[in-house]
């Protein structure tokens, strides 16, 4: 069975500080691919990053960045020097990557919550 | 901006009720999925459809149906209406190039039931 477990309900900083939100999922596959998404408060949700299961190498975007380690088979998403507009439900999730079926498994969500 | 567009944005219906949600997906995604997302949970998968057929379903009963259109629209309709089906109903396309291919979302319709 496929599963993906957020944790943190909620996460509180003060602007400018780092944050990391965790992520760990639960499959037997060993082809598999990893989302990031974010909800703002106007409810879509905003693509971040994919990573597949044969990829293992951290990557990092902006202030942004993310740690996949299949040996504890977590998905960590790191802001650094968070910002006000940070601010919204983040969202982990993982599909099967079945050719013909692409089913995504969200986890419960993060709201991060960033202080002026 | 993901190219995917959602009407209406909010809809209030009565239980026992029909309603009927459309998505239009982007140019050349010829998969598109289906979620709900209650209050303060994460999407729950209901069905994707690929070429226009069904090819997938996650737990939801028969009254949730979905159609998908050459022109890159789709439609969810739920019969029969109940309280707990009010949530935020989202429309996913991908391009289905490759496998695991990211889906990129539209901005929902929130359904209200009462």
């Known amino acids: 069975a496929q599963k993906v477990t957020q944790a943190q309900t909620e996460i509180s900083v003060v602007e400018k500080e780092d944050v990391t939100l965790d992520c760990v999922y639960e499959?037997?596959?060993?082809?598999?691919?990893l989302f990031w998404y974010k909800q703002p408060p106007s409810g879509e949700l905003v693509f971040l990053i994919r990573?597949?299961?044969?990829?293992?190498q951290n990557e990092i975007s902006g202030r942004y960045s993310w740690n996949f380690q299949k040996s504890t088979s977590s998905f960590n998403f790191t802001i650094t020097a968070s910002q006000v507009v940070d601010s919204a439900v983040y969202f982990c999730?993982?599909?099967?990557?079945?050719?013909?079926?692409?089913?995504?498994?969200f986890g419960s969500g993060t709201k991060l919550n960033v202080k002026p | 901006e993901t190219g995917v567009t959602q009407s209406p944005t909010h809809l209030i219906k009565t239980r026992g009720q029909q309603v009927t949600l459309r998505c239009s997906s982007q140019s050349g995604h010829n998969t598109v999925s289906w979620y709900q997302q209650a209050l303060g949970q994460g999407p729950q998968f209901i069905f994707q459809?690929?070429?226009?057929?069904?090819?997938g379903r996650g737990n939801f009963p028969p009254r949730f149906s979905g159609l998908q259109f050459p022109n890159y629209s789709s439609e969810l309709n739920v019969n029969a209406l109940e309280l707990d089906d009010s949530a935020l109903y989202l429309c996913?396309?991908?391009?289905?190039?490759?496998?695991?291919?990211?889906?990129?979302f539209g901005p929902g319709t929130r359904l209200t039931v009462l």
């Open positions: 990573r597949n299961s044969f990829d293992e």
């Open positions: 996913a396309s991908s391009a289905w190039t490759t496998r695991g291919d990211t889906q990129y």
């Open positions: 999730a993982l599909s099967r990557g079945a050719y013909n079926f692409n089913k995504f498994y």
């Open positions: 459809y690929y070429r226009e057929e069904e090819n």
């Open positions: 499959t037997r596959d060993t082809t598999y691919y």
